[in-house]
């Protein structure tokens, strides 16, 4: 058993942090977050109490990742990765607003990465939003509505340019048949999307 790595500038308030996960300096875990295995969280990254990382998730300095967001596991969240939790924000401490923020399920709208995926730098993820199973959202993009698994987007709004396989590789499909060029991977394009053949898994 790993124990996980606490740097000495991190605070770790959690009690749900996996075996051989790292946390950098300056970061901060909220009691009340769950962090899976094998994660590195980098430097200046805030996790929620209510927030989930799977495991082998990597975190790049500078996230913030709030209540109502769940990673799973595997994802890559690239440097500033901005995530929301709320549609209508306001500050509860506003009169008119606070009635509101009485109860979560008024207010919290959960946002969820699937496995695999991969958020550029820089990149705003709207609450609500899910982003599919090894789906590379780009750099700088504004991410409204649902990613498909596989799904390479980019720009604000986010919008599909592109296929990538589970490696990262963009795919190029011919006849609805695509192979990957890095990992030999296979996959076939349908109404539904971007399908991994079972023996390429």
């Keep these: 058993m790993t124990k996980p790595f606490i740097h000495p500038t991190a605070l770790a308030e959690s009690l749900e942090i996996?075996?051989?996960?790292?946390?950098?300096?300056?970061?901060?875990?909220?009691?009340?977050?769950?962090?899976?295995?094998?994660?590195?969280?980098?430097?200046?990254?805030?996790?929620?109490?209510?927030?989930?990382?799977?495991?082998?998730v990597t975190?790049?300095?500078?996230?913030?990742?709030?209540?109502?967001?769940?990673?799973?596991?595997?994802?890559f969240v690239g440097p500033n990765v901005l995530f929301t939790n709320d549609l209508?924000?306001?500050?509860?401490?506003?009169?008119?607003?606070h009635g509101r923020y009485t109860e979560k399920e008024k207010w919290l709208v959960p946002t969820l990465i699937e496995r695999g995926a991969a958020l550029g730098a820089g990149a705003v993820i709207i609450a609500g939003v899910k982003v599919g199973e090894y789906a590379?959202?780009?750099?700088?993009?504004?991410?409204?509505?649902?990613?498909?698994?596989?799904?390479?987007?980019?720009?604000?709004?986010?919008r599909?340019?592109?296929?990538?396989?589970r490696c990262g590789k963009s795919l190029k499909f011919q006849r609805c048949r695509a192979k990957c060029s890095e990992c030999g991977g296979s996959f076939s394009l349908t109404k539904e999307g971007v399908r991994g053949d079972q023996h390429s898994r």
Excluded: Y
């Design 88 to 97: 209508h924000p306001r500050s509860p401490r506003l009169p008119q607003a």
């Design 160 to 165: 599909r340019i592109g296929w990538v396989c």
């Design 136 to 158: 590379t959202v780009g750099a700088g993009a504004v991410v409204t509505r649902p990613v498909a698994p596989h799904a390479l987007v980019v720009g604000n709004p986010a």
């Design 59 to 75: 975190l790049k300095n500078g996230n913030m990742v709030w209540e109502g967001v769940e990673l799973a596991d595997g994802v």
């Design 18 to 56: 996996g075996e051989g996960t790292r946390v950098w300096a300056f970061s901060h875990i909220l009691n009340g977050a769950r962090v899976g295995r094998n994660c590195n969280i980098g430097d200046h990254c805030f996790i929620e109490s209510g927030a989930v990382v799977g495991d082998n």
